[in-house]
């Protein structure tokens, strides 16, 4: 779980892999042929509901080329203490 504590604040970085492949339709076969990475690489990233502990630049890389996006589409900040003030 990749969380940051900023002035006592739990703030997620979350990981949308399985959502980019849904919206497009592409399934974990598909994706690893326009990849090039192994299969269970690819169950692990797409399963992940939180930024990856550990991501090469490499994987990244291919990741962004396949998928036609920009590093940042993979990503979202959440802020895990919305509405509990």
């Known amino acids: ?6 002035e006592g604040s739990p703030l997620a970085v979350k990981w949308k892999l399985n959502q980019l492949m ?3 339709g592409i399934k974990n076969q598909q994706l ?3 990849t ?4 269970n690489t690819i169950s692990k990233l797409k399963n992940c509901r939180e930024m ?3 991501l090469e630049k490499n994987t990244l890389d291919k990741l962004c080329k396949a998928l036609n ?3 940042g589409d993979l990503l979202s900040y959440e802020d895990s203490e919305i509405g509990n003030d």
């Open 1 to 6: 779980m990749a969380v940051l504590k900023i």
């Open 22 to 24: 849904f919206e497009r």
């Open 32 to 34: 690893c042929q326009l």
């Open 36 to 39: 090039g990475l192994h299969p």
């Open 52 to 54: 990856p502990e550990r």
């Open 69 to 71: 996006i920009q590093p």
